[in-house]
């Protein structure tokens, strides 16, 4: 079984402490980000598991599906790129793959269908899991690079085989407690003494095979490609001697599903996004191409049936497409057209936002991105920006502004003639926005602005030639570039673009992705290559920081909201949040998207802010700090307001602060460093009577002396803790 999952550790009773990352996955429904496997429970209810970690379910035989995705970096446990899904019955589960973080591999656990997760097996060495099967609840294996995991008391301890040659695993398969199959790339290797032991049963040099499966002891199927062709092969004597079956050019097959010795149907793909789909009615000796009519095509990973009917295959970029005629016709689940790159997103106040995406896709929000509506505008070209100010809706295209003063119901559009590189509106009056074009012997930069809601635009031609702006008033903007052999800069205006001063960051020669400015002086620029540039004093001077990250990585989004508290957007390979609470000295992970590349995000406050990314948006109201679970410690209602030296102290990383409430009241307990700025908020929430509890994890925080207050009503009082790693 073929997956990619987790959730969090999340408890519900009120004694057991829980973190959970506070970013929240708002959009769309389905993960975009391929899904990696699926798993039946019963007629009408299934599993899958897709990147981001989204794990999801639907209980009308595939029709719908509810997402419950959520992070954590609590025991390490960020969203997951995990592979393969295995449920022994409705509530019991396995969920493996890996991380970036160290050690990679992943083990997860569930015994109440999904609602929380137990990881497991951090003590194995392997680099990743690709599959996972267990025959019961106590006795399973786990499958991936270069080894097997074997369990026998339902995942409390793996004995970890290595295989006689390096490959990679992609699938695992045991008939019974003694006889199964791994195969992998250019190998596949029979045990038949319960895994302990594997010979070679099957070779093939440039081969990969992705899933295996058996009718009977004697015959079974592996589904895979052969040097770029789709193959499957077929066994009758257990996997002594394997036959061809199929082979086509170009393609690849990952998944299958046995109706009958005779009826089997595989589905895969290509990776330029042709689904593929083969069905034999002959026991594998023959194999019939089957094609559907649903649009953007994307290669299946996973294939899985509630019946002999009705099925599901999902893949790439969330595709979805479901089936009542055992595979003959298939129709799609969730709609394409939610399977986007976002470009940006900007909420006005807490209710109302606008995503801007590719293909003139916008979709709008009045109730704080719980739900999406798609609007109807008179383009395909890609929205860069969207802007909302009450019923008046600003979009910048790639090539034209887009106004509606009603909500969107209706839409002027203003030709810029221009290729638009970054654009801003700071409130429902002005806007500004850069363009060029470039002829053959020629290059020509134009700086719009308006004054009026983009109803008429003054430009002026300017030498420069910025990939990011940022207004902090109508009069006091900065535009900043660079390049590959181009010195980064930063130029400033004070008079709405009609005079820019410039100054050049020395030795830096990156694309500047995004520009922040708390004021006149403070800013920073986020570049290409990890490169984070901040001056104190208009662009005059810089100081060059980074964010911790490979050089390859990018930063499209850099966005802080005072001196000192800032947030940041990498991508590549992973789709990271960062946070900054000591102006971009130091940064840690808030949230990790797995594979997603995020595109922007944006705050309203401190506290509540949104992020964009390839099909997904997420959302946080507490700075996208953790949000800690309080346990209850006792029954009796203290006669007085209390909070006690936290324990261990020094402590690493963990730490425990008990409190007393005695009257119903909104509580604060917020943690600041040495010099008063605000760590973190461990309860910020209206409480009854009692006494309690709550961790503070600063796993992501540097050693140093800490002080922690409670606040509630009028009563204060704070003490000094000290953390020492």
Known sequence: MKTCILSLLLFAATNIYSQQSGWVYQYPKITNLGISDIVIINPTTAYSLGGFSAFTKTTDAG????????????????????????FVNSLTGWAVGYNNAQPPLRIFKTTNAGATWVRQGENLVSSYLQDVFFLNENTGWAAGHLRVFKTTNSGLNWTDIQMPNNNQMFSIYFLNENTGFATGEYWTYKSTNGGLNWNVCYTAANSRYYSIKFINDNTGFMCGDYSNKARIVKTTNGGTNWVIKYDAVSDQLNSMHIFSPAEIIAVGGKYDGAEKIVKSTDGGETWNDIYTDIPNKEI?????????NTGIAAGYDGKMIRTTNKGMNWSEVNPQNYRMRSNS?????????????????????????LNWDSLSIPTTESILNGYNFGNRIYLIGFSSFYRSIDNGSTWQNYPLGRNVYCSEFIDQDNGFIFGNITGQYWSFNTFFRTSNGGLSWDSVSIQDFPYAMKFINPQTGFISGGNTGYNTFLSKTTNSGINWTKHNVSGIYKKAKSISFINENIGWIGCDENVLIKTTNGGVNFQILDFGRPQSWTTPKVFFRDEYNGWAAVNNPSGQLLNTTNGGLNWHIQFDCGTAGISSFHFIDNNTGWCGGYGFVLKTTNGGNYITSVSVTGEMIPGKYSISQNYPNPFNPVTNIKFGIPKSGFVKITVYDLLGREVISLVNEQMQPGSYNVDWDASNYPSGVYFYMLESGNYYESKKMVLIK
């Open 300 to 308: 299946l990973i996973t294939l899985a049936f509630f019946d002999q």
């Open 345 to 369: 997103v900007y909420f006005n106040n807490s209710l109302n936002g606008i995503l801007s995406c590719e293909y003139g896709k916008i979709f709008k929000t009045s109730n704080g991105g």
């Open 63 to 86: 029709l719908t599906w509810s997402n419950s995705i959520s992070s954590s970096e609590y025991t390490g446990m960020t969203p997951e790129r995990l592979f393969a899904l295995h």
